[in-house]
């Protein structure tokens, strides 16, 4: 399946934009993701104004959400009892436009031109259609749009419409509250999309509006979190409204004008909303808290602007001779930026605001796959979002007592920090999470040098995290570390004995917690968690000699890997005790480890590791190709790593998974982050100084980009056999690149670099086929 790639007339290649030159009702809701916008706190997704043309359109706000009593057939002990969804909040991107009496919609009109864009550089969207009329007049529509940034729940929207002659135009602006407006539930056919409640959710608390104002305010039924909404029109014309009118599911400002040729009819729509715990704590009505905000469109559309001038100035990643892979990167981090840029003190969702997937919650995604990202280009974001988690750390205390476990025990999938994941053998179980956040933690402050976090928020992450290990293992008879009952980042094997993942995780997190020094760690405790790391049970086949992904893995049938591509991913298609009795793979789980912990795997162990479990990694997670990737390039399989990078960057491009249409992979994006600076530039962190060990595929001219790293600007550029290492801002700094030191200055520095040599594939006993899973290949 492919999208994209498969049409570069309707989709030309351009580095900087998204741009669809043709109209084709198929798709919709998948362009509605891949148009969308948003801040990290506030988005919209890219849908057209008209409803008729419309499939899963929405707007979100990060941290909204409402609760239910989750409803277990067959309860238990500590089983998750309060689900969390996020709420589509009152939408505004939506207008009616009659012409000479005929609705315009691309479904029912004749379209005479189309084109529709995203613009990295400036975060606005366009969509300019030019109709044909029934009654013989050439029309153009010219919608407009961006979020705010200092305004982070501003909003701003446009629409020009110009005619070729004397029409009679009638426009309506509404505000339509889609959260409880009747639609499909899908989430009974497939887990990782959102589902819907049954009863009405938003209260209306204020409906106000006026000379074409709107006030608007909610209330969820059961979380009872507010929302409010301000909404001002202005038209070109100066032109009062026909008609205002509010309800609590369509409130809507009408205009009726004649439109001539050479006076074009602009309609601008400025909107401001309000929600979170600041609206909460106020006790003052929600939309006139939004009101005080509102700012008008030029304003939102300079915001927007100026925001990504700074950005790209700094994150940009370029690659030598690849157009098309060039625009796919940028998209990629475009959608980071937008999906954690003004987040502040919240998690970020696993579709970040650009849809319901997965109903909005923070999974162990954001610490291992978007703190990177965020931690090298946003030093302050990535400690907001680990600000957050310490925010969790008494409901964290409180779920590590019912679980029987000591310290801090973080929810495997929340909003507003209780488990909510009812599956507890992919949920619950993956107590992996905690040294996830432990893990972003210690890089976070290696990166930025945050004492006072080092100190203070970070040192109680560390502890809690390390106690909670401590108890949940145990010394076996044999005199090691055992972890027992638990899930790690491949889901399809679930709830087994010393997940080698989870275990050097964990021996990791003890080691950082039993390095600190912090009056509440008593001495008997430092040595209990040193022991427990230093005597961690690491699973290890002698037969294959490679790393097992736990005790039993290597006892498991194989999968049948005759089985046809139609049936992938396994999990929509094959109960989950199938898929744990065998021996395959969702995602990268010994080989994600080998990443993190870099240091403490030979190079041979991490070799015969990808070469055992990359051929039976189905790839069924996104999360998967671009850690295969990373250590496809470790390793010295170079096409491979090109493969698995190009597979991860054309993820939600190509709708390859085929569940684009409920939010972008976020994850995935800082995947491709990783796969570029990790990956193809071999950067490794937390070891005595910053480390480069590149890996430039040899169809790459050159790749570029910075990194914020310890109160400096590094800007790295690698070409064929070289790599150029300055400091642009701060003071100079030792850096290893493969086996030599240099300190790095303003002056740049160029270290050549050998070849790496391409190894044989190990060949083990039990011949295992490979899945033969499909690339995407870019075209130069």
């Known amino acids: 399946m492919a999208l994209i790639t498969a049409d570069r007339v309707r989709f030309p290649n351009d580095p900087w934009q998204l741009v669809e030159t043709s109209h084709v009702p198929d798709n919709a809701g998948t ?227 004649a439109v001539r040729p050479g006076e074009p009819f602009r309609l601008e729509k400025s909107v401001s909303y309000a929600a979170g715990s600041g609206v909460q704590d106020s006790g003052q009505d929600a939309a006139e808290i939004a009101e005080a905000a509102l700012k008008t469109v030029t304003e939102i559309f300079a915001e927007s602007a100026a925001h990504y001038r700074d950005y790209w100035a700094t994150t940009d990643i370029v690659v030598g001779g690849q157009p098309e892979l060039q625009q796919a990167i940028r998209w990629n981090l475009f959608q980071l930026a937008q999906a954690t840029a003004r987040a502040d003190v919240a998690g970020i969702p696993a579709k970040g605001v650009s849809g319901s997937g997965y109903e909005g919650h ?44 000591d310290g801090a025990l973080f929810p495997w999938r929340t909003i507003n920090g209780l488990e909510s994941s009812a599956y507890y053998a992919a949920g619950t179980a993956q107590f992996h999470i905690a040294a996830a956040i432990a893990f972003a933690t210690n890089r976070y402050v290696w990166a930025s040098g945050d004492s006072a976090f080092r100190e203070g928020m970070g040192a109680e992450l560390l502890m809690e995290t390390a106690r909670m290990w401590v108890s949940l293992g145990f010394f076996g008879k044999d005199g090691l570390f055992h972890i027992h009952g638990v899930t790690g980042p491949d889901e399809y094997t679930a709830v087994v004995n010393d997940n080698l993942y989870t275990n050097v995780m964990a021996r990791f997190n003890l080691r950082a917690a039993a390095d600190l020094d912090h009056p509440e760690i008593s001495d008997a405790e430092r040595q209990l968690w040193r022991a427990a790391a230093s005597r961690m049970q690491l699973p290890f086949d002698d037969r294959l000699q490679v790393h097992s992904q736990d005790n039993d893995f290597m006892t498991l049938e194989p999968w049948d890997w005759d089985t046809p591509r139609s049936q992938y991913p396994l999990l929509l298609h094959y109960h989950p005790l199938v898929i744990y009795r065998h021996q395959v793979l969702k995602q990268a789980d010994t080989v994600l480890a080998m990443f993190l912990q870099w240091q403490d795997f030979t190079a041979a162990e991490k070799h015969r590791a990808f070469d055992f479990y990359d051929p039976i990694t189905t790839g069924d997670s996104t999360l998967s190709a671009c850690v295969q990737g990373i250590m496809a390039a470790e390793v010295g399989y170079g096409e491979a790593a090109l493969d698995h990078f190009t597979n991860a960057a054309f993820i939600d491009l190509d709708d390859t998974h085929g569940n684009t249409i409920d939010g972008v992979h976020i994850a995935s994006t800082g995947g491709v982050w990783s796969s570029l600076v990790c990956g193809f530039a071999g950067l490794r962190d937390q070891g005595p100084v910053p480390f480069f060990d590149p890996r430039l595929p040899g169809e790459w001219e050159s790749l570029a980009f910075h990194l914020k790293i310890q109160g400096r600007l590094l800007f790295v550029e690698l070409e064929a056999g070289a790599i150029t290492l300055s400091i642009r801002g701060g003071a100079p700094l030792e850096i290893k690149v493969r086996q030599s030191l240099h300190m790095v200055g303003a002056e740049p520095l160029r270290v050549g670099l050998d070849p790496v040599a391409v190894p044989e594939r190990t060949v083990f006993p039990s011949g295992l086929p490979t899945a033969s899973i499909p690339v995407v290949r870019a075209r130069a």
Do not use: M
């Not at 610490?367 to 964290?396: C, I, K, M, W």
């Open 362 to 405: 923070y999974f162990w995604d954001q610490e291992v796959y978007l703190l990177p990202y965020l931690t090298y280009s946003n030093p302050d974001g990535a400690r907001q979002v680990l600000e957050f988690r310490h925010e969790l750390l008494p409901a964290a205390k409180i779920r590590a007592k019912e679980l029987s476990v």
């Open 31 to 257: 362009l509605e993701t891949l148009f969308a916008l948003g801040n990290g706190h506030l988005g919209i997704r890219g849908a057209h104004w008209a409803e008729a043309d419309a499939e899963l359109p929405g707007s979100f706000i990060n941290g909204l959400h409402e609760i239910w009593d989750i409803k277990h057939a067959e309860n238990a002990f500590g089983f998750a009892r309060t689900g969390q969804r996020i709420l589509y909040i009152p939408d505004v991107n939506n207008f009616t436009v009659i012409i000479d009496g005929e609705t315009l919609t691309l479904a029912e009109s004749t379209v005479l031109d189309y084109r529709r864009s995203v613009d990295f550089a400036t975060g606005l969207y366009e969509c300019r259609v030019t109709w044909q009329c029934r009654s013989g007049a050439t029309v153009t529509t010219t919608e407009r749009r961006a979020v705010g940034f200092e305004s982070r729940g501003g909003l701003g929207i446009s629409l020009e419409l110009s005619a070729d002659q004397d029409v009679s135009a009638d426009v309506t602006s509404s505000v339509i509250n889609r959260q409880d407006q009747p639609v499909d539930d899908h989430s009974a056919h497939d887990p990782r999309r959102a589902g819907r409640h049954a009863g009405r959710v938003l209260l209306p608390l204020r409906l106000d509006g006026g000379d074409g104002s709107l006030r608007l305010s909610w209330k969820a039924a059961e979380s009872k979190q507010r929302v409010g909404i301000a909404v001002d029109h202005w038209t070109s014309a100066g032109l009062q409204p026909f008609d205002t009118r509010v309800d609590q599911d369509d409130s809507s400002v009408r205009y009726v004008l």
